[in-house]
C-alpha cells in the first residue's frame, strides 16, 4: 500500500521523524529532571498531499481504511485511535502549548497524510512520538506556522497529553525532534535547555543493543499515572514544587517525613536525576566504555524503588550484564517494552544468544534483539 493507491492529491512533500532510547534519565521528565534519550535510526515517514479542502484525511501502510476529519471541528474528546496522534496535532498548534501561542490555522488547507513506520510499536521505542513529530514538522513546514523544534515537542506533548489522553512528559518528543547523529540529547527538563551530547560508541567498540520483550505496555493508564501521583505526593510533603528541587542530600529528611512507598519513588527520582548528571560527566571526561555502573544503577532503582521493572526486563538485563554488557538497564516508561544494552561489537552474537536462550529456559516469549545507531531527528525527506 503506498500514498497512491488510496490518494489522488498530488504529493507535496514527505517527512520522517524517528523514535527513541532513552541512555538514562527516567521518569524525571514530568519532575522538571533531567533525561539523555537519543534519536534512533528507526523512523516514521508521512508522505503528504495537498487537499483544496479542509478536511486532514490519514491512512497508513500498517491498516486499512481512511480516518478523516475537518480542520474546523478537531475534537479531541472525539479523536480516537492511532489517527487520533495525527489529528490531535493540528488541534494541540491551533491551541497552543506552554509558552507555545496558538498557530492561526483559518487560511490552512486539508492535507492526505499516508503513515509508514519501522519504529516497532508497544517496545517503548516511542512510536506515537515519531508519529506526533513527522506529523508536526510536516504541518509547521506546509502551513509556514514558523515554529522551532523546542515548541514542536510542546505542541507534539500536548496532543499527546490532551489528545491522546496519556499524561506522558516532553522527553520522547525532544528527543525525537533534537536527535543527532552519534549523540545524546542533554535535556533539562524545566529550562528546557538541550544541549548534544557525544556519544562515540562505535569509536570504542560499543554497540547499542535493544531487547524488545515483547510485554506491553499502555502509559495512558495504570502504573504510569499512580507513578504520577506519588511523585506529586512527594514534592508537596517535602514542600518543593518538583521533585527536580531535591537533591541526594535531602534524601534522609525524606525518609523521615515520607511513608515507604513514597520514599522510595522520590528516591529513584532524586538519584535517577544525579546519575543523569553524573553520565553526562562521565561520557565527556572517560567515554562511554565508563558510564556502565550508571546504567546497572539506573536499572536497580527502576526495578526496586520505582517498581515499574517486570521479570522478563530483569532478566534481560541480568543476562546481558552477565555475559559481557557493559551496562544495561531497561528504558522508556517500564510495565513492559524494552531493555537496552551498551556491548562490545565482538560480543554482541554471544549476548544476543544468551538472552534469547535465557528467555527459552525461563517460558518467556522469545525477544526480539536489535542494533540501534543514534540518529538525526525530525526533518523533511523529499
Ligand atoms: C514515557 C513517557 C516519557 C517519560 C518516560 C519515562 O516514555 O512518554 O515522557 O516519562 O516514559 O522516563
Not at 522538571?32 to 515517514?45: S, Y
Not at 525525537?176 to 556519544?199: H, K, Q
Not at 526495578?303 to 538485563?317: C, G, K, M, Q, W
Request: glycine share 10%; hydrophobic share 45%.
Amino acid at each position: 500500500m503506498t500514498f497512491t493507491d488510496i490518494f489522488d492529491t498530488d504529493v507535496v512533500g514527505r517527512w520522517a521523524a524517528p523514535g527513541r532510547v532513552n541512555l538514562i534519565g527516567e521518569h524525571t521528565d514530568y519532575n522538571d529532571g533531567f533525561v539523555l534519550p537519543l534519536a534512533i535510526d528507526r523512523q516514521t515517514t508521512v508522505t503528504v498531499g495537498r487537499r483544496s479542502d479542509r478536511l486532514l484525511r490519514v491512512a497508513s501502510s500498517f491498516e486499512d481504511g481512511v480516518q478523516e476529519a475537518s480542520l474546523d471541528a478537531l475534537d479531541p474528546a472525539a479523536l480516537a485511535g492511532w489517527s487520533a496522534y495525527v489529528h490531535g496535532i493540528a488541534w494541540a498548534l491551533g491551541e497552543g502549548a506552554r509558552g507555545v501561542p496558538a498557530s492561526d490555522l483559518s487560511g490552512a488547507f486539508g492535507l492526505d497524510v499516508f503513515v509508514e513506520s519501522d519504529v516497532p510499536v508497544g517496545a517503548g521505542l516511542s512510536s506515537s512520538a515519531a508519529l506526533e513529530c513527522s506529523v508536526a514538522v510536516a504541518m509547521n513546514d506546509l502551513w509556514e506556522l514558523g515554529l522551532d523544534g523546542p515548541a514542536l515537542a510542546k505542541i507534539g506533548q500536548r496532543s499527546e497529553n490532551d489528545a491522546v489522553g496519556a499524561p506522558t512528559g516532553i522527553m520522547d518528543q525532544s528527543a525525537s525532534l533534537l536527535g543527532r547523529v552519534d549523540s545524546a540529547v542533554f535535556l533539562d527538563c524545566r529550562s528546557l535547555d538541550a544541549e548534544v551530547i557525544d556519544l562515540g560508541f562505535a569509536a570504542a567498540g560499543l554497540e547499542l543493543l535493544v531487547i524488545d520483550t515483547h510485554v506491553e505496555h499502555a502509559h495512558a493508564t495504570g502504573g504510569y499515572v499512580a507513578r504520577r501521583a506519588s511523585c506529586e505526593r512527594g514534592a508537596e510533603a517535602l514542600g518543593v514544587s518538583s521533585l527536580r528541587d531535591l537533591g541526594v542530600d535531602d534524601l534522609p529528611r525524606a525518609a523521615e517525613v515520607l511513608d515507604d512507598e513514597t520514599f522510595r519513588r522520590v528516591r529513584h527520582v532524586v538519584t535517577e536525576n544525579q546519575r543523569v548528571l553524573d553520565t553526562v560527566r562521565t561520557l565527556r571526561l572517560e567515554g562511554p566504555g565508563a558510564i556502565g555502573s550508571l546504567l546497572d544503577a539506573s536499572h536497580v532503582s527502576m526495578r526496586d524503588d520505582f517498581e515499574i521493572s517486570v521479570p522478563e526486563l530483569d532478566l534481560a538485563v541480568a543476562t546481558a550484564q552477565a555475559t559481557g554488557a557493559v551496562g544495561a538497564r531497561m528504558t522508556g516508561g517500564g510495565f513492559g517494552g524494552a531493555a537496552i544494552a551498551l556491548v562490545p561489537t565482538d560480543l554482541r552474537e554471544a549476548v544476543s544468544a544468551a538472552v534469547v536462550r535465557a528467555f527459552a529456559d525461563a517460558g518467556f516469549t522469545a525477544p526480539t534483539l536489535f542494533v540501534v545507531h543514534a540518529a538525526e531527528g525530525a526533518r523533511r525527506t523529499a
